[in-house]
């Protein structure tokens, strides 16, 4: 997820919004491996989600307007893609909207409640989907926990640390990570507690001029995306998870605003650039080659990999068992505060919004 859709939002208030377009809907079959990624602004300046062939780049759309006004981050849970459009509803409120992959047709999952802009989410491993709001708790930003069957929400962790959450990723122990674009000043890797909520300043300052995307890699280190780093240029970072060190892994070259990313089976790193497409760079050399580019491309923001059947099943299970109303944790929220930082004041959680 980047920064861009903060212009987006900005540029809403001149428009006047008299219908929904018609979406472009298709069955679609992902296989593992695949590249899915969200345009903000392609499609008539609605968006949509494309399927990219990793090996070929051939670009295959799976859906496209419809409720869409800037879809950004992208999650799969068993045979639905998930977005965060942070001006997905006719007053250009921000919604989480599912594309059913079987016909490409487009569904509000949450909005209202506490969300406000939701933008970069992804999938817990409890089938819930972890999603970033930039606006919440009164614009200093939040992250909720949105059931995918029911659409009701719970608030993890808001305030403290928290500025500008515009992505998050979940690490083997369980706890999140967040890139946060504007936090301390320059933008920092905060790790947030699922349990508490409490908030720990992993990484900030440095190299830092915004960061905008953020992945785990198997042995744990971190990779951030950040789009202004380095003289503007953009950057991707390793950032060492127990110290925060950060260590430049791949910069300038081909890249002009690199946002979201993600991993791939190899532990290479697939970085969406908003200005050029999107890349596979080597976390080693930091090499850079570029995937997939022009096509229906204007300003590609959110990537994922298709992960192995397993995992999927696995996710389309428990979640059907959420629709039902299954155990699981915190199903529901409680008025409860939340502990906004790892030494800081508590903030009370929103209750869960209206759903569909």
Do not use: W
Not at 135 to 156: K, L, M
């Amino acid at each position: 997820m980047g920064v861009g859709f903060f212009r987006r939002i900005g540029r809403c208030v001149a428009l006047v919004l008299t219908t929904v377009g018609a979406p472009y809907c298709t069955a679609t079959t992902l296989h593992v491996g695949d590249i899915v990624v969200t345009d903000s602004e392609g499609f008539g300046s609605k968006g949509g989600v494309v399927r990219v062939d990793p090996k070929t780049g051939q670009q295959t759309v799976i859906s496209s307007q419809g409720f869409f006004n800037g879809p950004v981050g992208v999650a799969l849970l068993g045979n639905g893609l998930y977005t965060g459009d942070p001006t997905g509803r006719p007053d250009f409120q921000g919604a989480v909207i599912r594309v059913d992959l079987t016909s490409g047709s487009q569904t509000y999952v949450a909005f209202g409640g506490g969300l406000v802009h939701p933008g970069g989410l992804t999938a817990d491993t409890d089938g819930t989907l972890l999603v970033c709001d930039p606006f919440a708790f009164d614009g200093t930003g939040g992250i909720f926990r949105v059931n995918p069957a029911t659409g009701a929400q719970s608030a993890i962790s808001g305030r403290g640390f928290l500025e500008t959450p515009i992505a998050i990723a979940r690490e083997a122990s369980g706890a999140y990570v967040v890139a946060d674009t504007h936090a301390n000043g320059t933008g920092a890797v905060i790790r947030i507690d699922p349990l508490t909520g409490a908030q720990q300043l992993l990484s900030s300052g440095g190299l830092f001029a915004g960061p905008t995307g953020i992945a785990v890699a198997r042995d744990g280190t971190l990779f951030v995306s950040d789009r202004d780093a380095l003289g503007g240029s953009g950057a991707v970072f390793r950032i060492d998870p127990v110290t925060g060190a950060q260590a430049v892994v791949s910069s300038g070259g081909a890249f002009v605003e690199p946002n979201g990313m993600t991993l791939d089976f190899d532990g290479n790193i697939i970085v969406a650039d908003a200005k050029k497409g999107i890349f596979r760079v080597d976390p080693v050399s930091g090499g850079q080659t570029l995937i997939s580019a022009g096509g229906n491309f204007i300003n590609p923001v959110g990537v994922i990999v298709v992960p192995e059947p397993r995992a999927l099943i696995a996710l389309a299970v428990i979640g059907s068992l959420l629709g039902r109303g299954g155990s699981r944790r915190r199903t529901s929220q409680s008025s409860r505060p939340r502990v906004s930082r790892q030494h800081g004041t508590a903030a009370a959680a929103p209750s869960g919004g209206p759903t569909r």
